[in-house]
């Protein structure tokens, strides 16, 4: 049975959440009890050195991984609740995924690789493309609708990336080291435009990243340490 949480004012929680893995014999927690709140609107940037568990994060909160124990709620819906069919459907519809090597299809065009998250929630073509068009516009791609990926810069793939993520009008983006895989101008161009079209659309945007930098962009900085979110000094 699916829970409704009507009450909170916090677009996504998570409570209690804790999470390991065995290497070996040993069993690694990378989330203990953790607890967070993020508002509607919210963008907030999760620092962490590396292994420290802020992709797991992610995966947890979008469905892909589940977590030994705890709730997440993202809009009111209890994931952990949902079957797996469920969740690759609330996935489709509700999150917009960002990630460090772009994960463009290769046999795609830019076009093509856009167009797919409005094909998979069986958009009209002719409305798809449109929105398709317009994003690739906004992110001053539109000229390179039918180039395959491999013919464009990183800056440029990550640029069509956070077009893909964000044309299906997603509720909550998550963007696991978006500038990790780009030199330092182009990082600041891909983090800039991210943030303001996140706004402009009023999107809850969760930024993992080990970039002060790109943090700035943030709302909110948390570090995640020794398996708990805290805020940052």
């Not at 959440?17 to 203990?32: A, M, P």
């Not at 690759?88 to 463009?104: D, E, S, V």
């Not at 994003?135 to 640029?159: A, C, H, I, M, N």
């Amino acid at each position: 049975m699916q829970n409704t949480i009507t009450t909170m004012s916090s677009f996504l929680r998570f409570h209690d959440l804790t999470k390991s893995y065995y290497e070996g014999d040993v069993r690694r927690v990378v989330l203990q009890n953790a607890h967070a709140e993020f508002q509607p609107g919210e963008i907030t940037a999760i620092l962490g050195k590396s292994g420290s568990g802020k992709s797991t994060l992610l995966n947890l909160i979008s469905g892909i991984d589940v977590p030994d124990s705890g709730q997440i709620w993202v809009d009111g819906q209890d994931l952990t609740a949902l079957s797996e069919r469920d969740l690759t459907l609330f996935r489709r519809t509700r999150i917009g995924f960002i990630f460090q090597f772009f994960n463009l299809i290769p046999t795609l065009t830019v076009g093509e690789n856009v167009l797919l998250p409005l094909e998979l929630n069986r958009v009209p073509r002719s409305k798809a493309r449109r929105k398709a068009q317009d994003l690739l516009k906004t992110v001053g791609l539109l000229d390179r609708w039918e180039t395959f990926p491999e013919k464009l810069s990183g800056g440029e793939q990550q640029r069509v990336a956070l077009a893909r993520a964000l044309v299906h009008d997603p509720l909550l983006i998550l963007a696991d080291e978006p500038t990790g895989n780009l030199d330092e101008e182009n990082g600041a161009q891909v983090i800039s435009l991210l943030a303001r079209l996140t706004r402009e659309q009023g999107r809850t945007l969760l930024l993992v990243t080990h970039s002060r930098e790109t943090a700035s962009y943030a709302d909110r900085v948390l570090r995640l340490s020794h398996g708990q979110l805290v805020p940052e000094r």
